[in-house]
């Protein structure tokens, strides 16, 4: 009999979820299983778990030994999601198929679970394949109730005798289930006729399908899309305001799948469609609202009277003249973690200070114009909650409090200081932007206007850019095309020159931050800006010609000459990628000369290591370990020099950090888990260099850094450091670790110099001062005299301890035999001395 859940009175098509709504508290994500459907996309979590369905009234025969359905549907069940039937109702169809199959998974092992709901998907996905859209459903609907028992945790359901991995593979299961039965819901329901009151039922349960599929894996890029999909298809017959909802949720998953897989065209396609159309929903909305309020605002500009905004008098406002009327706020703007944030361009000035009405003093700067995130914290509140009450072309005359314009970095107010004072300001609403917070903190703000052509840069990808910097107020601060004019009037100044070739870069190794991300999601050819709230340095350019770089140190003195802050705020970065040259793939690449390519690769990540780009030195080693593992023939013994050279590399770099980290001694328990994986793996690379090259250079430098590393075995280091020294006498690397392990061997003979003479001096003391027997106490001070004859001591040593005061007194009090040697001691002491200080006694 079927199961399949209906999608309204009429009955006949695939529903939602299994019975009894939820899934399983605590599912962990599985991976993906393998799907017979399109492929498509990312992450997003879904929603709690999916309503029980109806009864079902497909007429196609299920597969089990169960009765055929009843045709007539169920009526709605009135006791909630549990289904449990009220007093006098007949059993449903449906309830009864259920207990039988429940009755049936008693007497069922895990194995058996599992096999049959890979039986029933295995035919929902034929039946799918076969156009039989019905049958489909309802394979797929048992398919999920054999199984979705078993994702519960072992450890609290042993009754159903499963394990981990039982868990792992129903989890496995579910979502796959869950996400193909949301594309037969979406495509059933998309191609219904926008009248059929079954259209809106059916997409929403392929929403809650997804959804479900999303709880299991909320990286599940196929259940994403269908959902995206489904809200799509909804907002196609809903009302402006409930259509916009929907696209906007239709937006976040589709973007949620571009992060985590950027060149995604589907997905890419899909978000283009939805951005139009929700665009459209906006201007229409707006038009309504023009509509609605243009007689308004005109009655309110004939007779403006001044609103206290906040209602304690502190932010006044009184209309010069109105602007367009349209309602454009969006409170959502306003939230620190909104994935939206709203720029403000503004023409601002003070127009007065000073008394209870702000008008005792009046300033005669002239408006300037300015930009801001509403709602940041870095803004005169009084500034941003006056703006808030504008619109578009409005201008405005605000009386603000002094607490209303506390001294924030933000806002540029011109030379004029507030103080304590009450102020009036004039200003322009000029415009308002909407922008993408990446991280959802204000930080960094981006929006790509075009997208370029072509595949996404990747990671070692050369990107060819111009760009162009813009402060909070408009005005451009620098330009990738700037060169330096001197002569004429002016004296120097920058000029663009259209003909300068584009700067390069190479991402993750020397790309500017702000141009790293943006070419995130840029594509040849496309142009896209970033705002920040303090730029970083500019970059430098790497090439023989210097010019990029004397203009940019030139746009920061003239920047600081016109007055202007050195570190670049709330500025905007306008970038164009020019063009991408992909990075090389390997001796299947088109590109690859053989040998000599291995060999410049290993060469750009020593450059890297020696500019202190470690991270970006590993990424092109790991290439060149797997380059070279692939070439044999006349290369291949060229090939395992370069492999030996770059595996010794990594381990270098890698004992290097995790030395750091564990010589720092008070870090968290992650970055020594981190640093002692990193130590692992640097081992794994000294052993396979021991056993294939022992007498590499690099064997031997791995080896001494890893003994300081993991046992602070400086002499062990230092005859490792001795052996590298002899093959490679100039080798730099080697030479600077000899001399830091020397320092440590010195430093250690030292500390164990000082303890064994601060032991002579109090034997000294107490065999001089509390020996009754003169005898003995000479015999027992010449022994400790002997003893610290044999010692080498140096000059810090004898002073800390005060060894000389000790020998003054055993030569005045201790015999003949212990003054000769005190005196020997002391001219030891002395002339050595004169070695580590040569200016003593001279």
């Known amino acids: 009999s079927s199961v399949a859940a209906e999608w309204g009175p009429s009955g006949g ?31 997003e ?39 449990e039937k009220g007093e006098g109702k007949e059993e449903s169809p449906m309830d009864k198929e259920m207990k039988k199959i429940e009755k049936e998974k008693k007497s069922m092992s895990p194995e058996q679970k599992l096999e049959r709901s890979q039986k029933w998907k295995e035919e929902g996905n034929e039946c799918w394949m076969n156009g039989e859209v019905f049958k489909a459903a309802d394979c797929y609907y048992h398919a999920i109730l054999y199984s979705r028992d078993l994702m519960q945790n072992p450890q609290y359901y042993p009754e159903l005798k499963h394990t981990a991995e039982h868990r792992k593979s129903a989890q496995a299961m579910c979502e796959s289930v869950f996400t193909n039965l949301a594309l037969v819901q979406a495509k059933y329901g ?22 479900e599929a999303l709880r299991i894996n909320a990286k599940n890029v196929k259940a994403l899309f269908r959902r995206a999909q489904a809200r799509s298809s909804l907002a196609a017959t809903a009302k402006n305001a409930e259509a916009q909802q929907f696209l906007t949720d239709a937006k976040a998953d589709l973007m949620a799948i571009i992060q985590e897989d950027a060149q995604n065209k589907e997905a890419r396609k899909q978000l283009q469609t939805v951005q139009e159309r929700l665009k459209q929903l906006k201007k229409e909305e707006l038009a309504g609202e023009k509509r609605n309020f243009a007689f308004g605002s005109t009655l309110s500009a004939l007779g403006a009277k001044e609103k206290d905004l906040l209602g304690d008098g502190s932010v006044r406002k009184l209309l010069v003249s109105a602007g367009d009327g349209g309602l454009w706020l969006n409170e959502d703007w306003l939230r620190a973690d909104s994935p939206v944030k709203c720029v403000a361009h503004v023409r601002l000035a003070m127009l007065s200070s000073g008394g209870p009405d702000g008008t005792a003093e009046k300033c005669t700067e002239a408006p300037a114009k300015t930009s801001f995130i509403l709602g940041d914290s870095g803004v005169h509140e009084g500034i941003d909650v006056s703006v808030r009450s504008m619109t578009v072309g ?71 850019m111009h760009y162009r910097i813009f402060s909070h107020d408009g005005s451009m601060l620098h330009s990738s095309r700037y060169t330096v004019s001197i002569g004429g009037e002016g004296g120097m100044k920058q000029v663009e020159d259209e003909d300068r070739p584009a700067q390069s870069f190479v991402l993750g190794e020397n790309c500017w931050e702000p141009l790293a991300v943006l070419c995130k999601s840029l594509r040849q050819g496309g142009v896209g800006e970033l705002r920040m709230k303090r730029l970083p340095p500019l970059p430098k350019d790497d090439s023989a010609d210097s010019t990029a770089n004397t203009a940019a140190q030139l746009s920061k003195m003239l920047q600081r000459r016109q007055g202007g802050d050195e570190d670049w705020r709330q500025c905007t970065v306008r970038a164009e990628l020019e063009r991408v040259v992909p990075a090389l793939v390997g001796p299947e690449d088109p590109r690859w000369e053989g040998i000599a390519t291995l060999v410049q690769e290993r060469f750009r990540a020593e450059q890297l ?48 950090q995790a030395a750091a980290i564990l010589d720092a001694g008070n870090v968290s328990g992650n970055l020594v888990t981190a640093a002692n994986r990193d130590l692992d793996e640097a081992e794994e690379h000294c052993a396979w260099l021991e056993q294939q090259h022992p007498n590499h250079i690099g064997t031997r430098l791995l080896r001494a850094k890893i003994l300081v590393a993991q046992e602070d075995d400086f002499d062990g280091a230092h005859r490792q450091l001795l052996e590298a020294q002899r093959v490679a006498p100039d080798d730099k690397r080697v030479q600077e670790e000899l001399k830091k392990v020397k320092i440590e061997l010195r430093r250690s003979e030292e500390e164990k110099s000082r ?88």
């Open 755 to 842: 303890a064994k003479v601060v032991e002579i001096r109090e034997n000294l003391k107490r065999a001089r001062t509390e020996s009754p027997d003169e005898s003995q106490r000479e015999t027992a001070v010449l022994g400790l005299l002997r003893e610290l004859d044999a010692t080498h001591v140096s000059w810090d040593t004898v002073m800390e301890t005060r060894i000389g005061v000790e020998l003054k007194h055993c030569q005045d009090g201790c015999g003949d035999e212990a003054k000769r040697l005190c005196i020997q001691i002391l001219g030891r002491l002395k002339d050595e001395s004169k070695e580590q200080r040569p200016m003593w006694d001279s």
């Open 394 to 464: 409005e201008v405005a005359k605000f009386t603000l409090s002094p607490r209303r314009c506390a001294a924030k970095k933000g806002v540029s107010v011109g030379s004029n200081s507030v103080g304590d004072q009450v102020s009036v300001w004039e200003i322009t609403l000029e415009k308002f932007v909407t922008w993408t917070d990446l991280d959802r903190d204000g930080e960094k703000l981006q929006k790509i206007h075009e997208e370029g052509y072509g595949n996404f840069p990747e990671h070692l990808s050369e990107v060819f």
């Open 45 to 83: 979590l879904g929603p709690d778990g999916a309503e029980v369905a109806p009864a079902p009234a497909a007429k196609e025969e299920a597969k089990g030994d169960g009765d055929a359905a009843d045709a007539e549907p169920a009526e709605d069940d009135e006791d909630g999601e549990n289904g």
């Open 609 to 656: 290591i020696e500019r202190g780009a470690e991270q970006a030195a590993i990424a092109r080693l790991r290439r060149v370990v797997e380059w070279a593992t692939q070439l044999s023939g006349a290369d291949a013994a060229t090939a395992a020099s370069e492999l030996a050279a770059a595996r010794a590399s990594i381990g270098w770099i890698l004992a290097c």
């Open 190 to 211: 998309g191609a219904l006729p926008a009248m059929d009151p079954e259209r809106g039922k059916v997409l929403e349960e392929a929403v809650k399908s997804a959804g």
């Open 13 to 43: 098509a695939p529903g939602a979820a299994a019975p009894g709504g939820r899934m399983p508290d605590g599912a962990e994500g599985a991976g993906a299983a393998g799907d017979d459907d399109e492929e498509v996309i990312i992450e």
